[in-house]
């Protein structure tokens, strides 16, 4: 292999290592980021219940919040929910909601670019006999980084979830406008544990993922390079 064949076989490695990563772990947000998962958790017995909505208001203001999130609504699609006349969130509330808004479409383009460049460094690994077994050689380091990755950040958020909350928000959020009383309606709708079950959720899915994919794409390097070496 000659040299600018081997550095571009590194670099396509170097960005599948990175990427994939990236591509397993959000997405996951396809999942928990749906009006089933909403559902699946107000219908756990042990689920905090809202004190400012019955079932039925608490699910419909939940999922609406949610269609804002996914849709191209603007804020004014917030201002006009209502509940027995009143609007529902307040300035502040509203403020984060447009903060997480952003904060979701990052998170879904960054996912899309991550899939797009994992699939051009398989293609150019993939087109050489040669680089063919490094493909799934770098495949299994990436699901690698993801699991050892979510193992390091899980036991931080397992022994301190609050601590690992309000690093994440201290990250993504400018200011303290994700900060709200209990009885705020965001609180109502989407209280602490709601949170913590979508961070396991995400992590243990991805963990899934990478165990998985992991395992498979060692089995099939060790079994090419078993091949070459006949």
Same mark, same amino acid.
């Given at each position: 292999?000659?040299?600018?064949?081997?550095?571009? @076989?590194?670099? @396509?490695?170097?960005?599948? /290592?990175?990427?994939?990563?990236?591509?397993?772990?959000?997405?996951?947000?396809?999942?928990?980021?749906?009006?089933?998962?909403?559902?699946? #958790? &107000?219908?756990? =017995?042990?689920?905090?219940?809202?004190?400012?909505?019955?079932?039925?208001?608490?699910?419909?203001?939940? %999922?609406?919040?949610?269609?804002?999130?996914?849709?191209?609504?603007?804020? %004014?699609?917030? *201002?006009?929910? *209502?509940?027995?006349?009143?609007?529902?969130?307040?300035?502040? #509330?509203?403020?984060? /909601?447009?903060? !997480?808004?952003?904060?979701?479409? =990052?998170?879904?383009?960054?996912?899309? !670019?991550? !899939?797009?460049?994992?699939?051009?460094?398989?293609?150019?690994?993939? *087109?050489?006999?040669?680089?063919?077994?490094?493909? $799934?050689?770098?495949?299994?380091?990436?699901?690698?980084?993801?699991?050892?990755?979510?193992?390091?950040?899980?036991?931080?958020?397992?022994?301190?979830?609050?601590?690992?909350?309000?690093?994440?928000?201290?990250?993504?959020?400018?200011?303290?406008? $994700?900060?709200?009383?209990?009885?705020?309606?965001?609180?109502?709708?989407?209280?602490?544990?709601?949170?913590?079950?979508?961070? $396991?959720?995400?992590?243990?899915? =991805?963990?899934? %993922?990478?165990?998985?994919?992991?395992?498979?794409? $060692?089995?099939? &390097?060790?079994?090419?390079?078993?091949?070459?070496?006949?």
């Amino acid at each position: 292999m000659t040299t600018e064949r081997s550095n571009g @076989a590194r670099v @396509a490695g170097l960005v599948l /290592l990175l990427c994939l990563p990236l591509a397993l772990l959000l997405a996951n947000l396809y999942v928990v980021a749906t009006p089933l998962f909403i559902r699946t #958790e &107000y219908a756990r =017995a042990s689920f905090p219940r809202a004190q400012l909505f019955d079932d039925d208001e608490r699910l419909s203001l939940a %999922e609406a919040t949610l269609h804002y999130l996914r849709s191209g609504e603007d804020l %004014e699609y917030l *201002r006009d929910l *209502r509940s027995q006349g009143q609007q529902v969130y307040n300035q502040r #509330e509203i403020q984060h /909601l447009v903060d !997480v808004k952003a904060v979701m479409n =990052a998170a879904f383009a960054v996912q899309a !670019v991550a !899939v797009l460049l994992c699939l051009a460094a398989l293609l150019w690994l993939w *087109r050489r006999k040669d680089t063919r077994s490094s493909a $799934w050689q770098w495949f299994y380091r990436g699901c690698l980084l993801l699991f050892v990755s979510l193992l390091t950040v899980g036991v931080v958020a397992y022994f301190s979830f609050d601590v690992f909350f309000v690093f994440f928000h201290r990250v993504f959020f400018s200011g303290d406008t $994700w900060l709200f009383a209990y009885t705020d309606t965001l609180i109502q709708l989407f209280p602490v544990q709601f949170w913590m079950d979508a961070t $396991w959720t995400l992590a243990l899915l =991805a963990v899934g %993922e990478s165990v998985l994919l992991g395992a498979l794409s $060692w089995l099939v &390097y060790r079994r090419q390079i078993g091949r070459a070496g006949k």
